[in-house]
């Protein structure tokens, strides 16, 4: 889960670097020493979970891999503890992660000039492997995203009705 959380933050903390400037959380840190300037704070408590929950789920699987029999000799007196923090941190990462998309700032407008300045560079790899298979390249490289990407959006919309509006119309769906 924290990992899931992860690979969102770690995007959000790259594409919200000032050189490329494409996303932004909608409420960030302060800098104390650059006025002004926000930082991506939700974005690294969240790949924080992400670096030290590995190490959690390690122990439980080594306190539960070296118990025994029945009498408990330090296995699950390890377990309990780190269960604890293994469940805290990934329910705050979860929380935090919500935050963090709930809140967003994209600027579509910088995406598309990074997009056309990359040029044709965007497309060399599809064209490389068409070639190494002895081909053109598809025209809908994409295939299905597009599709994907509509109905995440509408599935969130949907949601976000939902949590707003309650579930009064259930049955009219």
Wanted: proline letters at 3%.
């Amino acid at each position: 889960m924290t990992d899931a959380c992860a690979r969102i933050a770690n995007d959000v903390l790259v594409m919200s670097r000032p050189e490329l400037a494409e996303l932004a959380e909608g409420v960030g840190g302060g800098s104390s020493t650059m006025p002004g300037k926000a930082n991506p704070t939700l974005s690294v408590l969240v790949r924080r979970a992400a670096l030290t929950t590995p190490q959690l789920a390690a122990t439980l699987h080594l306190a539960a891999a070296q118990q025994v029999d029945d009498r408990a000799d330090g296995g699950w007196h390890a377990e309990w503890a780190t269960l604890r923090d293994l469940v805290r941190r990934t329910l705050v990462a979860a929380s935090q992660t919500r935050d963090l998309v709930t809140g967003l700032r994209v600027d579509t407008g910088r995406m598309a000039a990074t997009l056309a300045a990359a040029g044709e560079a965007v497309l060399a790899e599809q064209r490389s492997m068409a070639a190494a298979a002895g081909h053109e390249p598809a025209p809908s490289y994409l295939g299905d995203a597009g599709a994907y990407v509509d109905a995440v959006v509408a599935r969130a919309r949907r949601t976000e009705f939902e949590h707003h509006h309650g579930h009064e119309h259930e049955e009219e769906r």
